[in-house]
């Protein structure tokens, strides 16, 4: 494993294995792109709508013909595109809180949400507004031994009354499959034949334009998630959408500015371009991000690591987890790929607090948007089994040269394949 060429020989032998999921991944850009194009075909997008206007943000047409094309795009009745969402995080608790009353019973059907959330509901924190001090119950249905949902554990869940089911398609920092479009219109389908006038919310974090139907296609009656994952195409400044029936829509919207305000408020900056260019971008760098996935399941794999999902395995996110056993290997990959990286490369990824976590974080994000998931960047949580979540990434080059240098890190520092 000292032998210089090892490294790039792994490398190649992983690109030719994973050909022809790449191939797969490039044929599904075309019917995603035609969406997208017979969405702003549709709503007439002209550079017109580039511009925004200043103060309250009412009257912005660039602003209310994106969230049309929006809407188009993730097949719902209506969206919200808003800069003034800072996180997906953001966006979904606009969600949670616009919808949920006092009284409420909010129920996951993917066991513990992603950690951001856990503050949000209660389950973590005190004396900031979490649901829970706001009167909203809570309830989990967990993941059954093999990471996926107990479906005899979700039908007696939803013996008690609940106002929303959550759904989150991701694995987040979980060791589970992501929910394929499928799964998720198979339980929206449950939950409406128990409890018709439950809402089903599903977080569509970093699973956007991977499939041919989004989750408000099959079913589920909101989603939201973040403009700098899937849908910003890798441009998108900041931001974050919500997406599904219009009344709903426009609730989670009077939580994000005030009620009586909603969706009508809100200035664009003037950076409406972005997010319509972006969008345009976004079936090619979801592929992209995909192939760099396979790429990443393909190399620790070959080494004998476990990962999720495994190569050639079908994916409903841009999301790679590789489980490394150790938080020496954790920081060995990090720091290769922070070096790697086009921005901060000569920064060494240290563990740290984060807002919003439970565990310290070691993060290698050398990207051009902070904390942009659509460019290649991968993070972990400091604790067992130490696993690394790797996503994004604009061409599959840069996952090679990252991989390779964390191969031949890997090798130098003795942290190599698994015992």
């Known amino acids: 494993m000292s032998n210089p060429c090892w490294a790039r020989d792994q490398l190649d032998g992983a690109s030719a294995r994973i050909a022809p999921f790449a191939e797969r991944h490039t044929a599904a850009v075309q019917p995603r792109l035609e969406r997208v194009l017979a969405a702003l075909a549709a709503e007439r997008v002209g550079v017109q709508h580039f511009a925004s206007v200043s103060g309250y943000g009412h009257g912005d047409q660039g602003r209310e013909v994106l969230d049309r094309v929006f809407a188009r795009v993730l097949q719902a009745e209506a969206a919200a595109v808003r800069l003034q969402f800072v996180s997906g995080t953001h966006a979904i608790a606009a ?31 005190q004396g900031q507004g979490s649901l829970a001090e706001f009167g909203v119950r809570y309830a989990e249905v967990p993941l059954s031994a093999a990471g996926r949902v107990d479906l005899e554990a979700v039908d007696l869940a939803l013996g008690e009354p609940t106002r929303m089911v959550l759904i989150q398609r991701s694995c987040g920092y979980s060791w589970r499959p992501s929910l394929s479009i499928t799964a998720i219109a198979e339980l929206a389908e449950r939950v409406k034949r128990r409890q018709p006038g439950c809402v089903v919310f599903v977080d569509n974090c970093y699973g956007e334009l991977v499939q041919g139907q989004e989750p408000t296609a099959v079913g589920a009656d909101l989603i939201a998630g973040s403009l ?55 079936p090619q760098m979801v592929a992209e991000a995909l192939i760099c996935s396979e790429l990443v399941a393909q190399v620790f794999s070959d080494l004998g690591y476990a990962t999720q999902p495994r190569p ?47 565990s310290e974080l070691v993060m290698a994000g050398g990207t051009f948007i902070d904390g942009s998931t659509s460019e290649f960047s991968a993070d972990a949580p400091l604790r067992e089994p130490y696993v690394l979540f790797a996503q994004g990434g604009t061409h599959r080059a840069h996952a090679r040269i990252a991989l390779e240098r964390a191969l031949a890190a890997l090798a130098e520092s003795g942290h190599g394949p698994p015992d």
């Open 312 to 358: 050639g395995e079908p994916r409903s996110d841009v999301i790679q987890a590789v489980r490394l056993g150790c938080p020496e290997r954790l920081a060995t990959v990090c720091r290769a790929f922070q070096a790697a990286s086009p921005v901060g490369a000569y920064l060494d990824p240290v563990p740290a607090p984060m807002p919003g976590y439970a």
């Open 228 to 282: 700098i994952k899937n849908l910003g195409g890798t441009i998108a400044p900041t931001g974050g959408y919500v997406a599904g029936r219009a009344e709903l829509v426009e609730q989670a919207c009077c939580r994000l500015t005030a009620p009586g305000i909603g969706a009508e408020g809100g200035t664009s900056f003037d950076l409406n371009r972005l997010l319509f260019q972006g969008l345009f971008l976004a």
């Open 95 to 125: 969600a949670l809180f616009g919808v949920l009353r006092p009284g409420d019973r909010l129920l996951s059907l993917t066991g513990r949400p992603y950690d951001t959330l856990e503050e949000v509901i209660g389950l973590r924190g």
